[in-house]
């Protein structure tokens, strides 16, 4: 059974998480995006601008935490943020790569996502630590969704001029490259 929406006077529309009956995406509007969630059960909508910041792209959610990227619509440089319970923002800076990140995805307290440096991280919230990853044959690396200890992912060679991504899963300490036949 597939439901299609779009926010109500949206140029486009971007669904990228859900968890239980809420989804979170991304909406268009004259020169600027900004983030939503629905709630499928009371089809309630929020929309959500992160302060000081042009555009909002909430990419996933667990319970009552949305984290995303945020930028300005003058600079390529992107922002983390972690969203909790309606109301309150707060950035992602890493002590070894700064404040250039994306958080891609969350599963309680982890949150993971690729430093502008091309390593996938993980952050704890729950403890404040760091941890930082290459693929095994160091390839740049994005990790793009948790769920346990289970990471998936994107990552590339970059001295390949066609700069192909492909996928992975990393499991612990164990990596599996994907690869589609033929693709």
Not at 106 to 134: H, K, Q
Not at 156 to 178: A, M, Y
């Amino acid at each position: 059974n597939w439901q299609t929406f779009n926010v109500p006077g949206a140029l486009s529309t971007w669904v990228d998480g859900i968890d239980g009956n809420v989804i979170v995406g991304s909406y268009s509007e004259e020169g600027t995006i900004k983030g939503f969630t629905y709630n499928r059960q009371t089809e309630q909508w929020n929309y959500l601008q992160a302060p000081n910041y042009e555009w909002t792209l909430p990419l996933a959610i667990s319970g009552n935490t949305i984290v995303g990227t945020v930028g300005q619509n003058t600079s390529y440089i992107r922002n983390g943020f972690i969203f909790k319970n309606t109301t309150a923002w707060s950035f992602l800076s890493s002590p070894d790569h700064g404040e250039e990140l994306e958080a891609l995805g969350i599963d309680g307290n982890n949150i993971v996502g690729e430093t502008a440096g091309g390593l996938g991280f993980i952050f704890n919230g729950g403890n404040d630590t760091w941890s930082y990853f290459n693929t095994p044959d160091g390839k740049s690396a994005s990790f793009d969704g948790i769920s346990g200890s289970t990471i998936v992912g994107t990552y590339f060679n970059v001295s390949d001029p066609q700069s192909i991504r492909r996928g992975f899963v990393k499991n612990g300490e164990s990596w599996t490259l994907l690869d589609v036949e033929n693709a």
